[in-house]
C-alpha cells in the first residue's frame, strides 16, 4: 500500500500560512507539518548568521516529521540559507526566490519587474539574480518594506487602513515611476495587504511568493504523488515557538477563512 504523501513547511512567522493554503489545496490527501518560529519573527531584520543557525534549527525540527519535502516560505531564509540548508538535509526543499522569478517572467508584458521584501532579502540581490539568470534584459526594482510583516502581524489588514495604505505609499510610490507592470510579492506576509499594494500600484500583476514556490513544489513532485491521489484526505499539524494566542484567529486571516489550531514547541531542543 502508498505511503501518504508527507509534505513540510516553515516560515519566520504565521506569513508562510498562505503558503500553507497553496499546498493543501494541491495536496489534498497529503500530511502537511507547518512550522511558524513566532518567538523569534522576524527574521527580515537579523544577521546572515542568525538567519541560518534558525533555520537549521527549524528544518531539525520539520524533518523530525519523516517528511519527503519541505517548502522554506520565508523570502529571508530563501535568500539566506537554502545553500547551507539543501548541503545540510538531504531532500528536495523548495524555497521562494526561483519559483517567483520565472512566474514573474512570464507575467511581464514589458520587461519591467519590481520586486518587494524585507531589508536582508532586498539586500541580498537574491530575486535580481534569479531574475537576471533567466532574463539579461529585464529590468528589475527592489524595494525594501519591513514594516508590512509587523502590519499584517498586528492585524493591520483592512484594503482601507490608513496605516497600512500610508506605509505603502511610502515605500512604493517610486514603483510608479519606473513603469513596472510585475511586482513579486517577496515576502509571505504581503499577499494578505495586496489590496493596499494594488492601490498605490493600479493595474500592475502581483506574484504572491508562496504560491509560485507551492505550484513549483507540486510540478516537481505530481509525479511522484499520482499514484496516491485515492488516498482519503491528509492531516495539517501547526506548531509554533511561542504561545498561539489568538493563533486561530490570526490563521484565517492567512487561510482565507479556514479555522486551524497550533501547538506550541521549544525550538531550542532543536539546536
Known sequence: MSKRLSLGIFDSGLGGLTGLKELMALFPEADIVYFGDTARIPYGTRSPE????????????????????????????????????????????????????????????NGKIGVIGTDVTIASGAYERAIKTRSSDTEVYSVSCPLFVSLVECGFIDPESRVTLAAAEEYL???????????????????????????????????????????????????????????????????????????????????????????????????
Open 50 to 109: 542568525t538567519i541560518i543557525r534558525y533555520s537549521v534549527e527549524d528544518m531539525n525540527f520539520i524533518t523530525s516529521f519523516d517528511v519527503e519535502a519541505v517548502l522554506v516560505a520565508c523570502g529571508t531564509v530563501s535568500s539566506t540559507a537554502l545553500p547551507t540548508l539543501r548541503e545540510m538535509f538531504h531532500l528536495p526543499i523548495f524555497g521562494v526566490i526561483d519559483s517567483s522569478a520565472e512566474a514573474a517572467l512570464k507575467a511581464t508584458e
Open 173 to 271: 510610490s517610486p514603483m510608479r515611476e519606473t513603469g513596472i507592470d510585475t511586482l513579486i510579492l517577496g515576502c509571505t506576509h504581503y499577499p494578505i495587504i495586496a489590496p493596499a499594494i494594488s492601490k498605490v500600484l493600479p493595474g500592475v500583476k502581483l506574484v504572491s511568493s508562496g504560491k509560485a514556490a507551492a505550484d513549483s513544489l507540486f510540478e516537481t513532485l505530481s509525479g511522484k504523488y499520482g499514484d496516491r491521489h485515492d488516498m482519503d484526505g491528509g492531516t495539517v499539524r501547526c506548531y509554533v515557538s511561542d504561545k498561539p494566542y489568538n493563533f486561530d484567529a490570526v490563521a484565517k486571516v492567512f487561510m482565507g477563512g479556514v479555522s486551524i489550531t497550533a501547538e506550541q514547541v521549544d525550538i531550542r531542543e532543536y539546536q
